[in-house]
Structures are given as structure tokens and as C-alpha cells.
């Protein structure tokens, strides 16, 4: 490149120029790009959204692509669309199996980390090594002879096989992420704490626990997000409709009785039912953040 | 990997970084093991504390033994019986594994849909995640707000919501259909035609690429900026840069991304079940293995055979893995940065 031939200022300063705007035009470019793929990845729940706030014998017409008859008559058919059972149930049930599996997660596995993390014991190489490989079993190997158990006690149609496990530190992937978040404390602490008299529980209770809030918090996002998309074990184990949560409710629409014909209810419980993810992780992203800044050392 | 110091760097650069750590530390998961060495000494305490510890880890403990290891091995005796939930389950040697591979051809099938959704979805995925994380990675401004919104598919993508809305969206009426008809291409019934009710399913996992790319732009970002300068200087071009610098760095995060979607997408249930209406169709194109295991075990409550197929997949879960690992050692770099 023929750049710095010359020493005169004026020419090196064009040439500055001419390669900033050459920068900022490639810049330009990619944010365009990347807003096309956005544009394209993001349009069926853009359509979603503005097909449900329009009256039902619309969506699939050529009305244009901008409802001109605004209406939410959609979400009120469809959070009713199963006569006495509305949707208000559902969620009720959804956010308290979701609200037990927190605190489940929480207790259980932060135990389970402080262990791993802070302690020294007795085959704990190969303990952690277990734990580890039980991320990768796949749910099926453990799912019939658990099924067949939880009915034989009676636990089937109740959410006692939904809530348990996790107050048993079943979802070991949360266990993992605390103990890495736990191992890099600093120790100092938890010495001083030591030569004040502090027992374990005090340790792990009082200053391990706290310090690690934003491992908690980002346990309660994901356990909240994963519990509450969750189907498959829901499906199995809730089958009174008036036990229903919100994923084996909105299955009912795919019943040809239960009502599929209402496309405008169909997509309007659709966009309500995935709002709660959506806004658990917008508001979770300034807590996770504030968690972290408020827990910094000085 | 999530250490304060990094967190706090983290948090200038973008609020959503705190909420994707977890995902990042995961990524040491095979590193993980060797770390934690034999016998630490540079803890805080001299001396072992093994009692105040199997008390902590007295629920993973119990849990361990009664959720995991009981219902694995009482799995592994069902699948050699013959076991209809009512009544008792009366052993029957290997014929289920035999009757599986020999005279089930809907069996055969789950596994060869199985394979095409796996082997499509995860190079897809691995393809798209890692070239908008590098597009993002140039020092975007509104880095932050792309990337929580390539992730909010990831969000979404599982749950039975989006998988009505996909049926949708790929039917005869469909926005696909709408889109299609701009360019005059005639429109069809993506989602009921046995052609492509598959590639409508793989569609769906690969547009929730977004959990893999914030995992690679969290690597990316990991690279100093002095490897690219100098390369620059000696004159490098952007493909060689990529090629020789990015992408031997990042191979133990590609790694890692890969046994993640393998192990997901073998599993893959939810978005089959709900596109077919819990059958697997058209003409079983859509019978992934585990909607497959799903009828055996919980329509036709073939609990002994049903135990059979999850073995086979645990078995399969296994080999890929295995595969993984031992082929990493040719092509993951596992370099002092």
C-alpha cells in the first residue's frame, strides 16, 4: 500500500478520512445485514403478535400486514376457550410449580456447590466426576421406572414429581455453574470467619451464599425459564384439566373439539403464554447486573 | 470462568452478559474434572472436612441414589421383561432389543429421523451461531441489544407456544407461503406434506441458534486484539486472520458447543409432538426417537420395551460422545493463550 509515501499532512489526513468513511460505510453495511436476518428470524412472531390483535376472520385474509380493525376480543376467547377453566388457572399452576422449583434449585444445589466448591473431603474427585456425567443422561433412562414409582405412591396427577427432584439437587447443571462461581471467592473471608467461631452452616449461610448472588440469580432465571417451557414431564404427570399448566393447556388447541378453530385465540394465548419468559429475562438482565455490582470487592 | 473480576468487566460490556455466564462456565465442563485436583492444599482449611460435607450434599445424595441411579437400574431390568404396568413384568431376555432391531419398522425410522434432524440441526446451528458472533464481534455499537435479540429464539424456542405458532407459520396459510407468493413460487402445505415436515422441524432448532452464538461471542471476545494486529501487520487478510487466529482458538468452545447440541438434539421432543399432534406424521417424517419412546411407554404402555429404546439411546448418547472426545484430539487446540 502506497499510504505513508509522502510526509505532507494535508495528504495523510485525506487519506485518514477516506479510511473512516470507507470503516464507518462497512460498519453501516453490517448493521443493515444484520437487522435483515433479525427482520426475517423475528417475522413469524411479529405476525403472531399483530395476528392476534386483529378480529379472527382476518388473519388469513389479504388485509395487509397492519391490522386496520385493532381488537383484543382474541385474548379474552382464548383465555376462555375452555369454558369454567380459564387461563387464570393455568398460570396459577405453572407459576407454583415454577416458584417451588426455584427455591428447590436454590437450596439444594447451592448446598451441593458450597460442598464441592469450599471443602475438602473424601472422594469428592469422583463424586464431582459423577456429577458431572449425570448432565449428560438423557431424562428417558430414569423416566419409566420413575413414572411407574410416583404412581404407585400416588404422586401421579399432583406436582410432587414435577417439584421434588429438585429439592434433591436433581438439575445438576446448576450445581456445576454455582461451583465454579463458589471456587473463585476469595477465602480470606470465610478464614475470618473461621477464627470468629463460625460453623459450617454459618460459613456457607452468611458469607458463601450472599457473595454468590449472581450464580443464584441466574440459577432462578434459567430454572424459571426451563421449568415453565418444560412439556414433556408436565404432560406425563398432569393429566386433570384443572391441573393443567400453561404448555399442556395450550396442547388442548391442537384437539380438533377443543377448538382449533379459533386461530385468533390460538395465537393471542400463544403470545400471553410466552410473555412471562420474555419478562423474566428483561428484568432479570438489570438484577443479574446489579447483583454482580452491588457483591464486587473493594 | 466466572470469576468477579471477569464478571465486572463483563457488566461495563453489555447487561446480558451476567445472564449468559452460566452457559460460559459450562463450557469448561471437560476441563473441570482435571481441575478440581486430588488433594487441595491451598484451601482455607488444613484439615479435611468430611462430615459438615456429606451433610451438605445430603440431598444430591439422596437424590442420586433415588431419582437417578434406582430409576437407571430399574430401567435396565424392565427393558428385558415385558411389563404393561398392570400386573407384573415378566422377563423376557433380550427380545425387546431384538424385536426392535429386527421387526419394528417404525422403530427403524425413528432412528433414521433422528439422524437427519441431528445431522442437519447441529452443523446449522454451529454454522449460523458462529458467523453472527464473529459478525458481532467487531465492535459493534448496540452489540448488547443484537444479542438479546438473536437469544430471545433460544428463549422461546422450546416451549409448546412457539411450535403452535410454527404450525402455523409453515401451513398452507402460513407466512411462508406469503413471503413465497411475493417471489410468484406457489405455496404448499409445508408442515402436513412428508417431504417437508422435517426440514420444517430442523428449521425451528436452527432458528434457536442464539444459545450457541452468545457461547462463541463470549469466546471471541476472549482473543487479545495484539494476536490481530500483528497478523495485520504481517500483512494478513480478513479470511486468513479468521482462518488461522479465530478459529484455532475457538476450537474447544466449537467442541463444547457441538456435545451440547448433539446430546439436545437427540433428545428432541417437544416440537415434534406438537407440529404432529403428538403422532409423528406425516407418514411418520416427523417420529423423532424420542416421541417414538414417548407412544411405546405412555399410548401402547409398553414400559419394557419403551426401557429398551432409552438404553439404546443412552447407548447412542454415549458412542457420539465418546466420538467427540476422542476425535477432538486432532482437531481442538488446547494452546497456552
Known amino acids: ?298 | 470462568m466466572v470469576c468477579l473480576g471477569q464478571a465486572k468487566r463483563e457488566r461495563e460490556l453489555s447487561s446480558i452478559d451476567a445472564a449468559n455466564d452460566p452457559v460460559l462456565t459450562a463450557s469448561e465442563t471437560a476441563k473441570s474434572v482435571r481441575e478440581i485436583p486430588r488433594n487441595r492444599t491451598g484451601s482455607a482449611l488444613k484439615k479435611a472436612d468430611n462430615r459438615a460435607a456429606y451433610m451438605f450434599l445430603l440431598p444430591w445424595f439422596a437424590g442420586i441414589i433415588l431419582i437417578t441411579a434406582l430409576p437407571m437400574l430399574a430401567s435396565l431390568y424392565l427393558s428385558f421383561t415385558n411389563y404393561a404396568v398392570i400386573g407384573l413384568p415378566s422377563f423376557v431376555g433380550f427380545d425387546n432389543y431384538v424385536r426392535l432391531f429386527t421387526s419394528d419398522r417404525r422403530f427403524i425410522t425413528s432412528i433414521w429421523v433422528t439422524l437427519k434432524y441431528v445431522g442437519f440441526s447441529v452443523p446449522l446451528v454451529l454454522l449460523f451461531s458462529l458467523t453472527i458472533a464473529v459478525a458481532l464481534n467487531r465492535g459493534l455499537r448496540g452489540l448488547a441489544i443484537y444479542r438479546s435479540l438473536f437469544y430471545v429464539p433460544s428463549l422461546i424456542g422450546a416451549s409448546v407456544g412457539i411450535g403452535l405458532l410454527w404450525k402455523e407459520v409453515f401451513g398452507e396459510r402460513g407466512v411462508v407461503n406469503d413471503i413465497l407468493a411475493l417471489f410468484g413460487v406457489a405455496g404448499r402445505g409445508w408442515i402436513n406434506n412428508p417431504t417437508f415436515a422435517l426440514p420444517s422441524v430442523i428449521a425451528l432448532n436452527v432458528w434457536t441458534f442464539g444459545a450457541s452464538m452468545v457461547i462463541f461471542l463470549a469466546a471471541l471476545r476472549q482473543i487479545p486484539e495484539s494476536y490481530y494486529e500483528a497478523a495485520s501487520i504481517d500483512g494478513a487478510n480478513a479470511w486468513q486472520r479468521f482462518r488461522r487466529i479465530t478459529l484455532p482458538l475457538i476450537t474447544p468452545v466449537i467442541f463444547f458447543n457441538t456435545v451440547l447440541l448433539l446430546i439436545n438434539s437427540f433428545q428432541s421432543f417437544t416440537q415434534a409432538f406438537v407440529v404432529s399432534n403428538g403422532r409423528g406424521g406425516p407418514v411418520d417424517s416427523t417420529l423423532l426417537y424420542s416421541l417414538y419412546l414417548y407412544q411405546q411407554a405412555f399410548q401402547q404402555l409398553q414400559m419394557g420395551y419403551a426401557s429398551a429404546m432409552a438404553w439404546i439411546l443412552l447407548i447412542a448418547i454415549g458412542l457420539a460422545t465418546a466420538l467427540m472426545f476422542w476425535s477432538s484430539r486432532y482437531w481442538v487446540f488446547y494452546g497456552d493463550r
Not at chain 1, 406436582?159 to 439437587?169: E, H, M
Not at chain 1, 440469580?217 to 418444560?230: C, Q
Open chain 1, 1 to 298: 500500500m502506497a499510504t505513508v509515501k509522502t510526509y505532507d499532512p494535508e495528504l495523510l489526513r485525506a487519506e485518514r478520512r477516506k479510511r473512516e468513511n470507507i470503516r464507518r460505510l462497512k460498519g453501516l453495511g453490517l448493521h443493515a445485514l444484520l437487522i435483515t436476518i433479525l427482520g426475517v428470524m423475528l417475522y413469524p412472531v411479529i405476525w403472531m403478535v399483530l395476528s392476534a390483535l386483529r378480529p379472527e376472520t382476518e388473519i388469513f385474509g389479504d388485509m395487509g400486514f397492519i391490522p386496520t380493525n385493532w381488537t383484543l376480543e382474541n385474548f379474552v376467547r382464548g383465555w376462555q376457550l375452555y369454558g369454567d377453566l380459564t387461563f387464570t388457572q393455568f398460570y396459577v399452576n405453572s407459576f407454583i410449580i415454577c416458584a417451588l422449583a426455584i427455591i428447590g434449585n436454590l437450596l439444594a444445589c447451592s448446598m451441593a456447590a458450597y460442598a464441592f466448591a469450599r471443602l475438602e473431603f473424601r472422594g469428592k474427585w469422583w463424586l464431582f466426576a459423577i456429577m458431572l456425567g449425570t448432565m449428560m443422561l438423557p431424562i428417558h433412562v430414569q423416566l419409566i421406572p420413575q413414572y411407574i414409582f410416583f404412581l404407585n405412591i400416588g404422586w401421579v396427577n399432583t406436582i410432587l414429581p414435577l417439584v421434588v427432584p429438585k429439592f434433591l439437587a436433581h438439575d445438576a447443571f446448576f450445581i456445576f455453574l454455582m461451583v465454579q462461581f463458589m471456587r473463585s471467592l476469595p477465602h480470606e473471608l470465610e478464614q475470618a470467619a473461621i477464627v470468629d467461631g463460625a460453623s459450617y452452616w454459618q460459613r456457607y449461610w452468611r458469607i458463601i451464599l450472599p457473595l454468590s448472588m449472581p450464580a443464584l440469580a441466574t440459577t432462578a432465571v434459567f430454572t424459571f425459564i426451563n421449568t415453565y417451557n418444560d412439556f414433556f414431564s408436565q404432560l406425563i404427570y398432569l393429566t386433570d384439566t384443572d391441573r393443567m399448566t400453561v404448555p399442556v393447556a395450550l396442547r388442548l388447541f391442537l384437539d380438533p373439539s377443543g377448538g382449533s378453530s379459533s386461530f385468533g385465540g390460538l395465537f393471542a394465548m400463544v403470545l400471553v403464554s410466552i410473555g412471562p419468559v420474555l419478562g423474566f429475562f428483561l428484568a432479570s438482565q438489570r438484577l443479574l447486573t446489579k447483583g454482580i455490582a452491588t457483591q464486587g470487592f473493594k
